[in-house]
C-alpha cells in the first residue's frame, strides 16, 4: 500500500524543492498585474508611430525636460545635505532631545507636498507671514517665492525624510567596532565619519537619492501650486486641456524612460564594494559620542528641518483654522472626504501587502530566474510617477475593462501598483530575518509546504506586512495625481478635496482638512518610528538570527 | 519497549516500522544516492550508501563540506536526489524519479540553530507537529515529551526567554513528540561551549535511548561522534569512507584518511616488511598487511598516535629518534611534540612527568610493543 502518497515529480530531479503551484501562480498574476500600465501605455503610445518624435518636440518636451532635470539635482543635492548631518547627529552623538528629535525630523513625510506648498506660500511669499515679520525691522522685501526656489524648498523638505530613513538604518545596523577601529588607530571624530561611515553609508545615500529623485520626478502637487513646470505637471496639463490623449502618453513614456534612467544611475553610484558587516554575533550598541560645546549647534542642526518642515507648516495650517473659526469662514466639509481617504487607503494597504506575500515568499524562498523576473516587474511602480499609472488605467479600463473604469477598484489598483514595491520591501527584509530552517523544521512536522506558509512563514513576517500595510496607507493618504484623474466623479478624499481649493489658492479653507489628513496619516508613521526602538522584537529577532553554515 | 506519549493511533496512520521486512531493509536505506545542486558540476554526495536498524544511532563524522548536511537533507527529503535510492521503513521515498516531499517523511529534524519557532510557546513548539489528536491529547503528549527531554515547567515560555541548552532540548523534545520514524540532527551541539557540551550528550544520548528513537547524528567533531553512537559512518569526499562501531573504527581505519579523522595522530612514510616497519624514528612492529604476500620492502604510511608510542632518553647519537621540541603538560599526561631529523613532527602522551625535558634527543618505541597500523603509501593516501 502507498502510504506516503508516492507521486512521480516529472522534473529533472537535483537540487532545493520547487515552489507549490499557488505560489507561483499567484505571484506570476500579480506579476503580471503590474505590468499592464507599462504595457499598455506602450501599446498606446505605438498607435502614435512615426508621428511620435513630432509629439514629443511639439509639446515643447525639450524645455521641461531640462527644468525636470535641474530640480532633480538641486533637491537631490540639498535633501542629501540635511539628511546626511541629521542621520549622523540623530544615531551617534548626544545631542539635546535626541530621541524626541529623531521622531520629529522624519515627520515631514506625513505632508503632502500640496500642503507644503501652501503653506511655503504662505510663509515665505512676498506677502507671506515671514515678510510681515521682516518688515518690523525694516528689512528689504523677500524675493519671489514662486518658480525653481519654492518649489526646490518644498521637495527638500517632502523627500529629505526618506533618505534620512535608508541612512540612519544603515547607520544604526553598522558594526560600532568599525568606527572604534579607526578611533584606535588614531583618526578623529571627523576624519572617522569621512574615511569610515561615509563610505560605509554610500548605499543608504545612493538608495536615498534614486527615491529623492524619483519622488521630484513624479510630485505633480507641489510644482503645480508653486508654478514651475516639470515633465509631470506638462502631462496632466495635456490630459486635462486635450482630448487627444494620445500626447499624454508618449509624454508619459518619455517620463518613464527618465525614470528608468534614473534607476540605472543608482547602480552606478553605490559601487561594488562590499557592504556586509565583517562579524557575527549580537550588535552591540555603541557609545554616542560626547559633542561636548557642540552639542546645542548639532541640536540647532537637526531643529531647522523639523522646524521648517513640519512646526512652521502646521503652524501656519493652525493659524488659519483658529482665524477661520474665529471669522466665520467657510471650511471645507470633512466628514465624506475623510471617511472616502480612510477607507480607500485601507483597502489599498489590505490589497498591496496581501499582493506582495506570495511575491516576497517567491522571491526570498525559491531563487530561481523565474523569480527574479516576477521581482523586477513587481519594481516597476517604483519607477512610475502615478499620473502615468493612473493614465495608461484609464486607457486600460475605457478599452478593455470599461465596467472598472468610475470605479474605486480602478484606483485601489494604480495604488496597488504603485505602491507594491514598499510593501515587497518591507515584507522582504522580515522575511530575510526569518530563518529558513524554522520553515524546514515546520515540514519536517509533516506540514505541507502550504500550510507552513499559513502556520508559521505568514506569522513571522506579521511584523512586516504591518509596517508595508502602515507605509501603503500613508502614501495612499498623501497621494494625488491618481487619486486626480482616477477618482469616480463626485468621489472625494481628503487630498483632492484640499487640491481643488488650494489650486484656487482658497488656502485657508483647506486648514481643517489639511490637518486632518496630517493627523491621519501621522499614526502608521508614528508606529513605523518607534517599532525601531521596540525592544520586545529586537528579542524576537535576536531568536531568528541566521547563523548558516550550510554545507554545500 | 514503548515510549509513554506514544498512542495507538500512530502505529495504523503511517509507516509500521517494526514489521519484519523493515528490519530486514532498515529503517533508512540509501543505496549508491547522487545529489547535486543546480548550476553545480560536481555533486556534493556520491555513490553515498547507508543501512540504519531500527533503534540505531549513527553518527556520520566528516570535516565541513565534505557533504553530511546535504546527506541528511537528502534523507529529510529537503533535497532531490539525482541518482539512487532513498528508503524509508522499506518505502521508496526518494530517487530520480520518486520524490515524497519531507512532511510525508515522518522524520523527526534538529537543527544546528534549533530553527524553533519564535511565536510560539516551548508548549506550543512542540505541539505544532501533532496531527489528529484533540488539544487535550496535544498536551498531554506534549507534556510527556517535555518531561522527557527536563524541560517540565518551562511549557509556557517563549523561545527567547531559554537558554541555548535549553533551547536545544526542546529542539529535540519537538522532533519526537510526533513519533518519528528516525531522528535526525545536524551539528546540534556546535552552538554551545565545550562543558555545556559534553553534559548534553550525554543527556541526549540517554533521551533518544529511552524513547527507543533511530537517530543519525552529524557532526565534525570525533569525540562525540565516538562517545555517542552504536556506529560511526566516517565520511570521505561526498560518500561513507567507513562505517563500524566506534571501536572498530578507531582501531581498525581502513585508510589514513579516516585515521586521520577518527583521532589526532600524525602520518610518517616507512618501508615494511614482515610485520616490521622501519623510519626515520626506529623501527617497529606493525600490523599484517594484507594483500600480496611481500617479500621485498614496500613504501607504507604509518599511524603514530601520541597514545600509543613511548619515548626513552638516547643513549648514543647513533640511535635513531628525535629531538624534544615541546612539553605540553596537560594534567593528567604530559605531551611532547618530537622532531624527527626530517623535520617532521610526531607527538607521544607519557603520563610521567619527570625526566625528559626540552631539547633533548630521545628515543621511540611503541607502548607494550603493540603493532602499528600501516597503510599503503599511494599518492593522496591521506587526502580526503
Redesign the interface.
Known sequence: MNFLGVKSTGWKSSGKQRPPALLITSAVFVAIAALLPVVYLIARSAEAGSDLLDIVLQANALPVFGRTFLLIILVTFFSLLVAIPVAWLTVKTDIPLGRALSVASVLPLVIPSFVMATTVIEMYSPKGILQGWLSVFGLSRLSEIYGLTGATLVLVLMTYPYALLMIRGTLRRMDPALEEAARAMGYGAFRTFITVTLPLIRPAIAAGSLLIALYTLSDFGGVALLRYQTFTSTIMIQYESSLDRTVAAVLSLVLVAFAVFLLLGEGFIRGSGAYHRSTVGAVRRARRIDLGRWRWIGFLVVLLPVLVGLIIPVGVLGHWLVRGLLHDQELLPLLIPARNSLYVSLVAALVTVIAALPVTILVVRFKSRLSRLIDRSTYIGFGLPGVVVALSLVFFAINVALPLYQSIWLLVFAYGVLFLPTSVGALRSSLMQVNPRIEEAAQGLGKSQLRVFFSVTIPLVMPGAFAGGAMVFLLTMKELPATLILSPIGYRTLSTSIWSSASEAFFAKTAAAALLLILVAGVPTAYLTLRGYGSSSEKLNQTLTVTSNEES | MKAPWRGSRSENR??NTNSPSSVASGVIHLESVE????G?EIP?ISDFSLLVQPGEFISILGR???????ALRVI?G?????SGYVRIGG???G???????????????V???Y?????LSVAGNVE??L?GYSTFEKRVRAAAVVDLVGMGGYESRF??ELSGGQQQRVAIA??LA?DPIALLMD?PF??LDKQLRTVLRRDVKNIVTEAGATTILVTHDREEALATSDRVAVMGDRSIEQIGTPEEVYLNPVSAAVAKLIGPCELISGSYRAGLVETEAGTFPARELTGDALSEPKQVLVLMRASELEINAAKGTEDRGGIIELREFEGEFSEYTIRLDSGALIRVRRRAAEGLSKGQRVVVQTRNNLPLIVFPNVPGASEI
Open positions: 503511517t509507516l545529489c547535486s545542486y543546480p553545480s556534493a565541513s563540506g565534505a557533504g553530511k548536511t546535504t529529510a529537503f533535497e532531490h536526489v539525482t518505502q521508496l521515498v530517487s530520480s524519479f520518486v520524490h515524497i516531499t519531507p512532511d510525508q517523511r515522518r522524520i523527526g529534524l537543527f544546528q540553530d530553527a524553533l519557532f519564535p511565536h505544532f507537529g496531527k523561545i527567547h519537538r522532533a510526533p551539528e556546535s552552538n
